[in-house]
């Protein structure tokens, strides 16, 4: 089956770390982009990063930049998020997301196919 | 970053409606929008990718259309599963962003 499993979220102080992993299984890890999206507690869906299939590619959203850290280890099969200086508006669900790639006529787009179920964080005094 | 400005917010409506949600994009963006729906308390699902393609097993009462900033997700007989969140997404770009969401409620 295939499937990502998130965990390593939790309750942290504001200024605090936290490291996220997400572990993936059923599929060939090391050929696939992976990305971290973020929810609010009820809020819409923040796309915050994005890793490419060997690592060598990442981006974040300008609302983490500086303060979050995207890796990946495909020998591991996992995606990781190092989280430091967290502030209050970090809270919410963070969700792996597997980018599958879909191909016509020599055009690839990429849509989120696979997800996991999510680990909440809460940045809180 | 590319900002999707998904319209409206909120929805109301009846099972056997027909129903659409829009999206536009800051910039142009081709058909590289993808949409999504997510139910209370779960992870999002793909339904639509390249604007119009229908992700395997989702049901063809879902649509989409759209190409350069405006776009479209349309339900053409609302039934009960249907009630949830939805969203637009670009993958013209890393940041991949989402729109703000579009809530289907029951009338």
């Known amino acids: 089956e295939v499937q990502l499993v998130e965990y390593g979220g939790g309750l942290v102080q504001p200024g605090g770390s936290l490291r996220l992993s997400c572990a993936a299984s059923g599929f060939t890890f090391s050929t696939y982009e992976m990305n971290w999206v973020r929810q609010a507690p009820g809020k819409g869906l923040e796309h915050i990063s994005y890793?490419?299939?060997?690592?060598?590619?990442?981006d974040l959203a300008d609302s983490v930049k500086g303060r979050l850290t995207v890796s990946r280890d495909n020998a591991k099969n996992s995606l990781y998020l190092q989280m430091n200086s967290l502030r209050a508006e970090d809270t919410g669900v963070y969700y792996c997301?597997?980018?599958?790639?879909?191909?016509?006529?020599?055009?690839?787009?990429?849509?989120?196919?696979?997800w996991g179920q999510g680990t909440m964080v809460n940045v809180s005094s | 970053d590319i900002q999707m400005t998904q319209s409206p917010s909120s929805l109301s409506a009846s099972v056997g409606d027909r129903v659409t949600i829009t999206c536009r994009a800051s910039q142009t963006i081709a058909n590289y929008v993808n949409w999504y729906q997510q139910k209370l308390g779960k992870a999002p699902t793909l339904l639509i990718y390249a604007a119009s393609t229908l992700q395997s097993g989702v049901p063809s009462r879902f649509s989409g259309s759209g190409s350069g900033t405006d776009f479209s997700l349309t339900i053409s007989s609302l039934q009960p599963d249907d009630f949830a969140t939805y969203y637009c997404q670009q993958s013209y770009t890393t940041p991949r962003t989402f729109g703000q969401g579009t809530k289907m409620e029951v009338k």
């Open positions: 890793i490419s299939s060997s690592g060598s590619s990442k």
């Open positions: 997301a597997r980018g599958e790639e879909y191909c016509t006529n020599g055009i690839c787009y990429v849509g989120f196919d696979i």
